[in-house]
């Protein structure tokens, strides 16, 4: 029976997603995918679990732990390059795996907490229909709520935005340990020859919360969930069932044991690596955490509402800033998240389907907790209340399944085409960068990424002039966007306009002075513009904020080479080529170095080395013949 359930939600997930496997990389996806050089090599994978910082092709975001993200990363790369179609199919199976794994949880509590009571060791006699009649609820609506959640267009953005893997990966991993924990706990298993015993469930749900930490660290929240639910379905240990349950269950100070091993071998490990790598636990991002903690109910009542009715779904959400926390937004969102609170206390007293509704309402608020507390540079992303979102899931579960019988069917199928629909239609917005971009600033006009992303996309197609227009208008909005400034300089550059794009690196340093990419890029158009003291000092910025890429001192090099100075050009550029060793450029310009100090039998060592990694360069096969002659 499980088998058919998964092949169903394996199907209809496939039918709605078929349209977004050729969409493109998006956003994130360019430093930590597309640009990433060490997702190319799988030999690369060990050290993704000593260090993060090859997790991104930019420092700056290298601050995240997620190892078996990375690891996933290098995996599709092996296997297709950067055909972005392997890496939407790897998310949509996780989105499916979730989705089953959803069906698999609510069948094992409501199951569970069907079971007759134990009273003076004999059961509570019931109507066979009754008990026939509560089996196909649960069924009903534990079906509903797995393909209300496979096609719901909230979950767009995991399957479409490649990068959002980190949630949907992790997700399943934390749905994964949280079933075991289910099957653990629960009051009946089967002592049969070959059945699983309650330490085994325990056992292997600790692994998958491991599993779930190394993608995402959002999975921080699981013991806090597994806490609630011990609370709200606790067994009923009364008569002789206290004799039969085993020792390490029965005894209620014992209980807390269980949580131990995720708390002091995973969690505690966890935060004393992330304070040893970084020197903290969690940064600020770009704000404040008492402005952040002003603008979180408002974010919250925004996932609630992109749940419950699904317009308005963007990659980029405009949710304005509070100055006070006497302002009146402020007060009416913490007000109104407290009357859901109490509407989840007031269904947990009613119990049955309700009281599974409470829990998932406690699930949505504690899931979200680590994007709620924590300042993050985006206030709103959809994927972050993916797994959260699971709540509308049950929900829609929930009232579908109190529907009669030949009335259920019909409606769950309404609504599984009313999502598929519209889930459809998202895919087709996120088929390309420009497509995407336009969307968000139709729905986000004031925000200023919004415009920036949106020139980049003109940008790509080579519109620069469309792409200036966009960098304009999100300076008009946010004159200290020092990414707008430096997406100008680039623009300008490649229209050709030095002076122009000078002026526009230089102000995206003076807002930013530890921006990488603007060191970089200004270096080279200080060399065009034949100021090589200033290119070379641009360069060495660069190069002590982030000393990991081998390009950066080729162009050094050569920058010194053209200053005289070959002695310094000869060390920077074997640099380049320790970290790259395929790096045919840095050997070019090596030998060059060499056949300038006639030191001929290193130059042509140099150039044949260029040339075995690029036979069809013909600079260094011109300059290997000409080293050879003079050898």
């Known amino acids: 029976m499980k088998w058919k359930i998964f092949l169903l939600i394996a199907v209809i997930s496939t039918a709605v997603y078929a349209n977004s496997f050729h969409n493109s990389f998006h956003f994130d996806d360019q430093h930590y995918i597309v640009e990433n050089p060490y997702i190319q090599d799988l030999s690369n994978i060990p050290s993704f679990f000593l260090s993060p910082q090859h997790s991104s092709f930019e420092k700056v975001f290298t601050s995240h732990y997620r190892p078996l993200l990375v690891t996933s990363y ?173 020792f390490f269950i029965r005894l209620h100070p014992a209980r807390f044991i269980a949580y131990l091993p995720h708390i002091f071998l995973i969690i505690i490990p966890y935060l004393i ?38 317009a308005g779904l963007t990659i980029e959400h405009d949710i304005g800033m509070s100055g006070s926390v006497y302002d009146v937004w402020v007060i009416l969102s913490w007000v109104s998240i407290l009357i859901i609170l109490c509407a989840a206390y007031l269904l947990f007293k009613r119990g049955n389907e309700w009281k599974l509704l409470s829990f998932f309402i406690l699930w949505f608020f504690i899931t979200l907790l680590p994007t709620t507390l924590i300042p993050l540079n985006a206030v709103l992303q959809e994927n972050r209340g993916y797994i959260g979102g699971i709540v509308l899931a049950v929900f829609a579960g929930v009232l579908i399944s109190r529907f009669k019988r030949k009335i259920w069917l019909p409606a769950l199928t309404v609504l599984i085409m009313v999502f598929s629909i519209i889930t459809v239609q998202r895919n087709l917005v996120w088929s390309n960068d420009l497509s995407l971009w336009n969307d968000a600033v139709g729905k986000s006009p004031l925000s200023a990424r919004a415009h920036d992303n949106l020139g980049l996309a003109w940008m790509g197609m080579k519109k620069y002039d469309r792409a200036l227009e966009e960098f304009d208008k999100t300076l008009k909005i946010n004159p200290q966007y020092y990414l707008a400034w430096y997406n100008t300089g680039v623009a300008y550059q490649f229209q050709g306009d030095l002076e122009k794009a000078k002026h526009a690196y230089e102000e995206s340093l003076r807002i930013n002075p530890v921006y990488f990419r603007s060191w970089y890029n200004v270096g080279i158009v200080y060399k065009r513009l034949g100021d090589l003291d200033l290119s070379v000092k641009a360069y060495d910025k660069a190069i002590a904020l982030d000393p990991r890429h081998p390009f950066v001192y080729n162009n050094l090099g050569v920058a010194l080479i053209e200053k005289g100075d070959y002695k310094r050009a000869e060390g920077v550029l074997k640099t380049a080529v320790s970290i790259n060793p395929g790096y045919e450029k840095a050997y070019y310009n090596l030998g060059n170095i060499y056949f300038r100090d006639k030191d001929y039998p290193k130059a042509v060592e140099a150039y044949m080395a260029a040339v075995r990694i690029r036979p069809d360069y013909k600079e260094a096969n011109e300059m290997l013949k000409e080293a050879i002659e003079r050898k």
Request: hydrophobic share 45%; net charge positive; with cysteine.
């Open 74 to 246: 290098a995996v599709n790369y092996a296997i297709g390059g950067l055909n972005p179609a392997g890496y939407h199919i790897v998310n949509l199976l996780f989105h499916t795996g979730s989705a089953f794994l959803l069906y698999l949880i609510l069948q094992a509590v409501l199951l569970k907490n069907s079971q007759p009571e134990i009273v003076s060791g004999s059961l509570v006699k019931e109507f066979p229909n009754q008990l026939r009649d509560d089996r196909n609820s649960s069924f009903v609506l534990s079906i509903a709520a797995a393909l209300v959640f496979s096609v719901h267009p909230f979950n767009s953005e995991v399957v479409n935005y490649i990068t959002a893997r980190s949630s949907v990966m992790c997700s399943f991993f934390y749905l994964l340990s949280f079933y075991l924990w289910i099957k653990f706990r629960a009051e009946s298993f089967e002592h049969k020859s070959g059945g699983i015993s309650r330490f085994s469930y325990y056992i292997a749900s600790i692994p998958a919360f491991i599993l779930a930490m190394l993608t995402k660290e959002i999975a921080i929240t699981l013991p806090v969930v597994l806490f609630i639910y011990d609370f709200y379905f606790k067994e009923r240990l009364t008569g002789s069932n206290m004799h039969n349950s085993s």
């Open 273 to 310: 690596y992330r304070i040893s790598v970084y020197g903290y636990i969690a940064g600020s991002g770009s704000r404040s955490y008492l402005t952040n903690l002003m603008a979180q109910p408002k974010v919250l009542l925004k996932y609630i509402q992109l749940l419950f009715v699904p």
